[in-house]
């Protein structure tokens, strides 16, 4: 494992600590958009079923159990333990808009037309734009609370550096793979507009707005 690798999983770790942390402490998910998290749990459903199948490391079974549990465990303080904070009204992105187009490219474009290959590739596309419907939340509040900027920092930064292990991992093990770049590539760009918003208002200790 590269450096790249294991610091964009600490940054991934690092942003659902803290949305979890948030919504704990606070009582309430106000400004989280549900859906996002919802796609996030699909995600890692459709991307670790290999868990019973197959065994890599300790560390690669660990963290796609925490990845796992912890989605679910964010899907649940926000629909279930704390639904009366949870804004509904505002989190009004379409799912299926990402998830049938996504479910028919898997079928498409893939690796090898298998089940858990199809059910792979699913999820590295609909990883790159699960994070629309929470700045499309964000753009129809108009703001967002520092805490919740820096779990999207976080977890911008954490595919970020997923590009980075992606390039050294062709460099010095000839690995490439053109779906989880392009993906990766997908998913930092829309995060661009976030990140720059960030440096110069959050880090500077003013409110994270993005235009409706």
């Keep these: 494992m590269n450096i790249f690798r294991f610091t964009g999983d600490l940054s991934h770790l690092a942003a659902i600590i803290i949305l979890l942390l948030k919504i704990w402490k606070t009582r309430s998910c106000a400004g989280i958009s549900g859906k996002s998290q919802i796609l996030f749990a699909l995600v890692f459903t459709t991307r670790y079923l290999d868990l019973l199948t197959s065994f890599i490391s300790l560390y690669n079974t660990t963290m796609k159990v925490i990845y796992i549990g912890c989605a679910y465990a964010t899907v649940y303080l926000i629909y279930i333990k704390f639904k009366a904070t949870y804004d509904g009204n505002h989190d009004s992105f379409r799912m299926e808009f990402l998830v049938v187009p ?111």
């Design 102 to 212: 996504v479910g028919g490219l898997a079928c498409l474009v893939n690796h090898d037309f298998s089940f858990l290959e199809i059910l792979w590739t699913f999820s590295i596309y609909l990883e790159s734009v699960t994070i629309l419907p929470q700045l499309f939340m964000i753009s129809k509040t108009g703001e967002a609370e520092t805490i919740t900027t820096h779990y999207l920092f976080f977890l911008g930064l954490y595919r970020a550096l997923y590009l980075f292990n992606w390039i050294w991992r062709f460099y010095f093990e000839g690995f490439f793979d053109m779906i989880a770049i392009v993906a990766g590539v997908v998913q930092t760009i829309l995060y661009c507009d976030f990140f720059y918003l960030y440096v110069t208002k959050v880090l500077k200790g003013k409110k994270l707005s993005l235009p409706a």
